[in-house]
């Protein structure tokens, strides 16, 4: 049972295995198993593949069963198809197309098992890039808010260098006066005279504006810095909201160019496995000598093509034949009179109905 259904993979035809030996079908049914297996690998690779698109396994096993059965029939349609011939070289030379596809299934096959199998080294590319693509997203996000926030930070500093200039002229003021009272500057005389009097009235009007000045500033730094922290905010919501994009880099296409970063040599024995297994049957029918059935179907073609050409000939013959007979029918009728004389009535009448029509209808006109 096992037999027959790996023989119907092959694509052979049956009726005629059965009646050749146990070799040739055990042969075939080998062809077959590696044609079915090969759609396993395939249904395989494709549910994977198709899970990291969809991120569900009922759409990637679906899916994946039905890639698994295009493969399938594309190995069986390929391995069936091929016809031993008494040259090597035009055997090649019929196979070659089909072991291009073979080439491209084995490709469209052995990627998304690379990616499997080599996953963990792909989520350590993927996660470095991911890593890089959140401070590249962060330092563009920052060139919006920047200067903004140096403008209001350069604001905050001359503020409080306001403050502290005048703050400076209010402390000479004040040494000034005192310097005044004690004797030690200006008048250089002890005591709080009209000098005294009039530098310190100067000093308390600057303080009272310094003081103003503070609070003025205070202000203005307060609203500052608010927005300020208004601007990181903001920063940092744009931030949290760009970073599930990042998060999720790890479609299809980014496992890819992942897989292509990490060595070559891994991935091209993988491939150099799946495609010995994709051309296995195509190589096998190749080097294998023309056995019972290659000849018995041969038998069974050329026996067709025989049959055809024959009834293809016969039917020249009678198309030939019958026209020879009509004409030589027509001839011996064209002799007879009675004919010529029936003709040449009906010709007569034709012409007057067309005369008498033709005076009818230029009467109406006229």
């Not at 005279?193 to 307060?222: F, M, Q, S």
């Not at 040599?265 to 049957?281: G, K, N, W």
């Not at 009179?337 to 005076?359: H, N, S, T, V, W």
Request: proline residues 3%; neutral net charge.
């Amino acid at each position: 049972m096992l037999q027959r259904f790996f023989i119907f993979c092959s694509g052979a035809d049956t009726a005629i295995l059965d009646e050749c030996s146990p070799g040739e079908r055990t042969k075939y049914a080998g062809i077959g198993a590696t044609v079915f297996f090969t759609a396993v690998m395939a249904t395989i690779a494709a549910a994977y593949a198709l899970y990291t698109v969809f991120d569900s396994y009922y759409s990637a096993i679906f899916f994946g069963i039905i890639w698994g059965f295009l493969i399938f029939n594309l190995d069986r349609f390929i391995v069936s198809t091929i016809k031993k011939r008494n040259n090597f070289f035009d055997e090649l030379i019929q196979a070659s197309p089909r072991i291009a596809l073979a080439i491209i299934i084995a490709i469209v096959i052995s990627k998304p098992l690379e990616m499997k199998i080599f996953e963990k080294e792909i989520n350590q590319v993927l996660l470095t890039q991911k890593n890089e693509m959140t401070l590249a997203n962060k330092d563009q996000l920052a060139l919006q808010y920047t200067p903004s926030v140096n403008a209001l930070e350069a604001e905050i500093a001359g503020l409080k260098k306001e403050i502290t200039e005048k703050e400076a002229e209010v402390n000479a003021l004040y040494n000034t006066y005192i310097a005044e009272a004690e004797g030690t500057a200006g008048t250089q005389k002890l005591g709080k005279g009209p000098v005294y009097k009039e530098k310190r009235e100067k000093h308390d009007t600057e303080l009272a504006t310094l003081t103003e000045l503070k609070k003025t500033n205070a202000e203005k730094i307060a609203a500052a810095e608010a927005q300020i922290a208004t601007l990181a905010t903001e920063y940092q919501t744009k931030v949290a909201d760009t970073q599930p994009v990042i998060d999720g880099f790890d479609g299809l296409m980014a496992r890819v160019n992942a897989l292509n970063k990490l060595p070559l040599l891994p991935s091209l024995f993988i491939f150099l496995l799946f495609l010995a297994i994709e051309t296995s049957p195509i190589l096998a029918k190749l080097l294998s000598p023309k056995g019972a059935y290659d000849l018995k179907l041969e038998e069974q073609e050329s026996a067709l093509k025989s049959w055809v050409t024959q009834q293809k000939a016969q039917r020249d013959v009678l198309v030939t034949t019958d026209r020879d007979i009509n004409n030589r029918v027509y001839a011996d009728i064209a002799e007879e009179q009675e004919l010529y004389d029936y003709k040449r009535k009906k010709a007569r009448e034709l012409m007057q109905m067309q005369a008498d029509a033709f005076y009818k209808k230029q009467k109406s006109v006229l």
